[in-house]
């Protein structure tokens, strides 16, 4: 089939049409000419794959990575940076109409910092072949190894700890299928399971004027760049009040800072690994008007269904979102204002209409490129009580 391709949509797929039919195609730019051949038909789409390309589009470039394609880490490297932002806005403006029936009016503002080197913390996978070691990242849509010498999104640090661990004999990684790894101040790399003698068992990360201990096992944001500016976008010098919640508060990234600003503070997670972690960064900072709960969030808001006394909800979700349990829960609470961080736009428009069902409304908007050259986006969202 001859398509153009008229737009990257949120997948990170390229967007074009042929006699009628949508076709999606992984690797295209927009304004590429291309021929595809067809690889999988969906109920009102067709995937299709590159055959070749007729005439690039002006916004696609040569990627940096030698593995791009072949590992499943990015999406993107094969369009400009501009052009990447550009899509990524619209990511989220076409999800909030089309799935939040949201017709944001304003513009949707997207912060960014450099392309690469960025990642703090990392996930590899390991494969051991007799005396011989594989590390690197699964293909796209597989659990196949795609080995590495290095990753250009990670940072500097992370891609000598990638590299030390090549050296390593086979035995050291007997029984190890995976390997995650954390950066923190002055070059250390904390890593689990810990590889003695080159790795530590935590680390310290600063943001501004907080300082968060974790270990490789913990999950914190990826952008050693960017993190200030999700912290002052999503807490802000404005929020105050008696008593705020963290939902899915991980080890108090959000939670810490709030407590400046809130006579209590409440954070709740499920994992109870992160939350010795959230107890132990809030003791380090002398922070007592914080109480963190183990507990899923279902739990948490059924419990306390009609407390009444919460005046702001910070919630950080995972990819999937939040239910529409949870959004009445939150609903239930009565909060003045909702944050919403949300790593996916399409659960986030649905969640979204939601809370605008429950009597709120969205008041401010602005998207976060922590992740460059994929097609995730970071969107912090406020909504306030009508």
Not at 136 to 147: D, I, N, Q, T, V
Not at 199 to 208: C, H, L, M, W, Y
Not at 346 to 373: C, E, H, M, N
């Amino acid at each position: 089939m001859n398509v153009t391709v008229d737009k990257l949509i949120y997948g990170g797929y390229g967007l074009a049409r042929y006699r009628g039919e949508v076709v999606l195609v992984p690797f295209a730019a927009p304004g590429d000419r291309l021929v595809v051949q067809p690889i999988e038909r969906k109920k009102g789409f067709i995937v299709a794959r590159i055959e070749r390309i007729l005439e690039p589009s002006p916004v696609r470039r040569p990627p940096r990575c030698p593995h791009f394609q072949t590992c499943g880490g990015c999406q993107l490297q094969h369009v400009t940076a501009t052009a990447a932002r550009e899509a990524k806005s619209q990511f989220v403006r076409e999800s909030l109409v089309r799935l939040g029936g949201i017709d944001w009016p304003h513009e949707i503002a997207l912060i960014s910092g450099p392309e690469y080197e960025y990642r703090l913390r990392t996930q590899l996978k390991i494969a051991v072949h007799d005396d011989r070691v594989e590390i690197g990242y699964f293909k796209p849509a597989s659990h196949e190894l795609c080995p590495i010498d290095a990753c250009p999104l990670l940072s500097p640090t992370l891609n000598e700890a990638l590299s030390r661990l090549r050296r390593l004999p086979a035995r050291s990684f007997r029984g190890v299928k995976t390997i995650d790894l954390v950066e923190g101040a002055g070059g250390q790399v904390a890593t689990h399971p810990v590889m003695r003698p080159w790795s530590v068992r935590e680390v310290a990360v600063s943001v501004g004027e907080w300082t968060y201990h974790v270990d490789a096992r913990s999950f914190f944001q990826v952008n050693r760049f960017l993190l200030g500016e999700l912290l002052n976008f999503a807490v802000g010098s404005e929020t105050c009040g008696e008593v705020a919640v963290d939902l899915y508060c991980g080890v108090g990234f959000f939670s810490l800072p709030l407590a400046r600003s809130f006579d209590r503070v409440i954070g709740v997670e499920s994992d109870a690994h992160s939350v010795r972690w959230a107890r132990e960064n809030a003791r380090r900072h002398g922070l007592e008007n914080i109480e963190f709960v183990v507990s899923s969030v279902e739990g948490w808001l059924e419990r306390n269904r009609g407390a009444g006394s919460v005046g702001w909800v910070l919630v950080d979700p995972p990819r999937s979102g939040l239910s529409r349990r949870i959004v009445r829960g939150i609903v239930g609470l009565g909060p003045s204002a909702v944050t919403y961080i949300s790593c996916n736009p399409t659960t986030l428009a649905r969640d979204l209409k939601w809370f605008q069902q429950g009597g709120y409304r969205l008041s401010s908007l602005v998207a976060i490129d922590l992740f460059p050259q994929t097609f995730h986006i970071e969107t912090v969202a406020q909504l306030m009580r009508r």
